[in-house]
């Protein structure tokens, strides 16, 4: 099974997953086109509104370009419905047996939420070496990363929670880190205001911080 961190186009790595929360589901598409314009083609849709499922079928269908996953997946029903959606691949705030279960048997990539080392070591006696960190400035940011790295080299984090421009360097300069989840490129009065051209804007700044992602050898 393919890595979240290399499902861009190409096979490359991006610096930031869009965390999207779409209220209305006529928004996706043009959201999507905004992100991918910007060159962010990877798009996380959280499953926190009645409008997700929706919102992740309808960027599957319209546009091509983007990879959609779906976000906050907290149940195996959840799973089932996102894959059925068009999701390609699934992140999770935490997980337990069940829920990890459901989502090796999606077929689809995912990343499963910790915020401990005893959360991180379980995943990797189980086999899976990426994951969610979240809530990541909460969980104790780049200074908790950082010293998780000695002794678990082989656990990869996409840290999401709490994460601007300005702190993203520091965590996309981990050797541990494959990305960042974002929602500062999603701003709630552009969304509003249905102002792509901002959204756009502000992907292509994320953007902008592949290239130390991209200049790190793993």
Not at 11 to 16: D, E, F, Q, S, Y
Request: aromatic share 6%.
């Amino acid at each position: 099974m393919p890595s979240v961190f290399g499902l861009a186009p190409g096979g490359r790595g991006v610096p930031v997953v869009p965390v999207a929360v779409i209220e209305d589901a006529a928004d996706a598409v043009p959201l999507a086109r905004a992100l991918v314009a910007g060159g962010l083609p990877l798009i996380e849709v959280t499953l926190r509104t009645p409008a997700a499922l929706d919102a992740v079928r309808a960027i599957a269908a319209e546009v091509p370009e983007a990879v959609v996953g779906a976000g906050t997946v907290v149940s195996a029903a959840g799973v089932a419905a996102a894959v059925d959606a068009g999701a390609r691949f699934l992140v999770s705030p935490g997980w337990t047996e069940r829920l990890l279960g459901a989502m090796r048997d999606s077929g689809v990539p995912f990343l499963p939420g910790v915020s401990t080392a005893s959360e991180v070591v379980a995943l990797v006696e189980r086999g899976v070496e990426d994951m969610k960190f979240f809530p990541a400035e909460a969980a104790g940011g780049v200074p908790y990363l950082k010293s998780l790295a000695g002794p678990l080299p082989r656990a990869r984090f996409c840290p999401t929670g709490g994460i601007s421009p300005g702190s993203a360097p520091a965590y996309l300069a981990l050797p541990n880190v494959g990305c960042v989840g974002g929602t500062w490129m999603l701003p709630p009065a552009a969304l509003a205001a249905r102002d792509w051209g901002r959204v756009e804007s502000l992907a292509r700044g994320a953007a902008a911080l592949r290239e130390p992602v991209s200049a790190r050898a793993r």
